[in-house]
């Protein structure tokens, strides 16, 4: 069935870089039961990374089926070393930026390229960092299957070309390869209030024009998982465009500075008087004296730093 089962190699195996822990994905789960654990060394050994979520939502949720689950319910539960610590001597190729489960049972089986086997001549547009799985995350919570082992559910099963279209010109910088659903999971699972449910352009489809502000590293989001799951006071349900729409992080009314897009909504996600980003005493950057989407291009943020800010 997958494809470590077979070969000593992986299909999708460059040889580019190690996994993110900088050693092999099998040392992350010794003593595991993980699809690997017959071989010494995991199939993308020092190709591509190991998945992000291991492609496992539904399983991490349940618990049940995956196989990198059975030992510690954690994908990475024995790493030395946080993905998104990776340093910065051998950044990530820029190119395997779906999630590297994909091709193990792979949705779009039918296609006839892996996304991330898509060669250097044409790169796929940096910008399409969005798990693939966007839009498929009910069958993940509630079925028996995911929708990447199911083949029929995914949206893009039979599509032979990445269906993030945005053109060549416009290249989202590299920062922002945390899934862009962090903390908003409820409004998908629910199928009611997207984040961008009123939207007319999905974020990922923003054009080939402008590209998206480098500097705004932290997802977009942050700060409004508590509206958006209550569908009461998300900062932008009643506009006819998503903020980012037209490419640049800034909000509509204030383009040159990095404000929060949810200012005012922010409270609620805490049940309090003030975000932490607001007060300064909570955040994770506690006492930082800039937000990180502040940041400017002096000193940015090392560009393999992907993990979700918060």
Known sequence: MAPWHTGTVAPWH?????PWHHGTVAHRHRGTMAPWH???VAPWHRGTQAPWHHGTVAHRHHGTKAAWHRG??????QGTMAPWHHGTKAPWHRGAMAPRHQGTVAPWHQGTKAPWRHGTKAPRHHGAMAPRHLGTMAPCHTGTMAPRQLGTQAPWHRSTVAHRHRGTMAHRHRGTMAPWHTGTMAPRQHGTVGPWHQGTMAPWHHGTKAARHRDTMAPRHRGTAAPWRHGALAPRHHGTGASWHH?????????GAMAPWHQGTVAPMYRGTIAPWHHGTKAAWRHGTKAPWRRGTKAPWHQGTMAPRH
Request: aromatic share 0%; hydrophobic share 20%.
């Open 72 to 77: 510690a319910m954690a994908p990475r539960h």
């Open 247 to 255: 490419g640049t992080n800034a909000p509509r009314h204030c383009r």
């Open 38 to 40: 017959t071989g010494t």
């Open 14 to 18: 460059r040889g580019t870089q190690a």
